[in-house]
Nanobody
Framework: QVQLVESGGGLVQAGGSLRLSCAASGRTFSRYAMGWFRQAPGKDREFVAAISWSGGSRLYRDSVKGRFTISRDNAENTVYLQMNSLKPEDTAVYYC?????????????????WGKGTLVTVSS
């Protein structure tokens, strides 16, 4: 069992930065691929970024490439999402997700574990 708790959301002006954190419980964190998703009001949940258990593979949705960076610290059981050059269209609730397989954490379906989310609001 893995429990995920996100933090770091808030209100930021366009062009600003935020760093989201996702703290995971359990001793087997390093076995899981991790992902970040987001859901804006009235829209479907969408993939943002994912990272393999070792950190050696990282995937991003096209609209955040070059602006967002996913990383993990297995010793601290934490995954991060550094978000730079934020845009109003990045406004959403951001969710952390964990699964044993990297491809699974690139879609919002079939994922083993989800956090409850943290709200990011980017003002224009």
């Amino acid at each position: 069992q893995v429990q995920l708790v996100e933090s770091g959301g808030g209100l930021v002006q366009a062009g600003g930065s935020l760093r989201l954190s996702c703290a995971a419980s359990g001793r087997t964190f390093s076995r899981y691929a991790m992902g970040w998703f987001r859901q804006a009001p009235g829209k479907d949940r969408e993939f943002v970024a994912a990272i393999s258990w070792s950190g050696g593979s990282r995937l991003y949705r096209d609209s955040v490439k070059g602006r967002f960076t996913i990383s993990r610290d297995n010793a601290e059981n934490t995954v991060y999402l550094q978000m730079n050059s934020l845009k109003p269209e990045d406004t959403a609730v951001y969710y952390c997700a964990a699964d044993e397989h990297l491809p699974v954490v690139t879609t919002p379906h079939g994922i083993l574990y989800w956090g409850k989310g943290t709200l990011v609001t980017v003002s224009s």
